[in-house]
């Protein structure tokens, strides 16, 4: 889940459902670990820190980073740059914000986004009036 001030938390799998283990379980396995810490992880082309780190798309295999340093000139990396340092930014650009940087990212590591199916268009009701008797 991405939460509006960019940081990400814990959702459900794809059934909805959570995993068997709990939170207290979980923060039992990391004891010395602030739940919204992560780890420090180097920006995999200049060293430098990250501002985000996220596995991309299930099945792809593309760890996607976006690097202030690095990535000023993709245009959809530098829109998400740019709404992370605004402080009066709008929680409600986020969702395409991220949605355009990952596709801008899998599409550096060869991977396009499939196009959404068109939803098929709905029956209209056919009315037709006849007089009576004719019909």
Known sequence: MVRPDGSFGRVGNLNGSLDHVSD?????LYPDRDEDEQPARPCSRCEGELLLHWHGPLITGVWMELCPACDTRRPAARAFLQW???????PKALPKLFEDW??????AHGWARA???EAPPSPQA?????????G
Do not use: I
């Open 24 to 28: 207290e379980e979980l923060a039992r």
């Open 84 to 90: 992370h340092r605004d402080p009066d930014r709008d």
């Open 102 to 107: 990952e596709t801008e990212t899998m599409h």
């Open 115 to 117: 196009p959404q199916p």
């Open 126 to 134: 056919h009315l037709s009036l006849v007089p009576r008797g004719e």
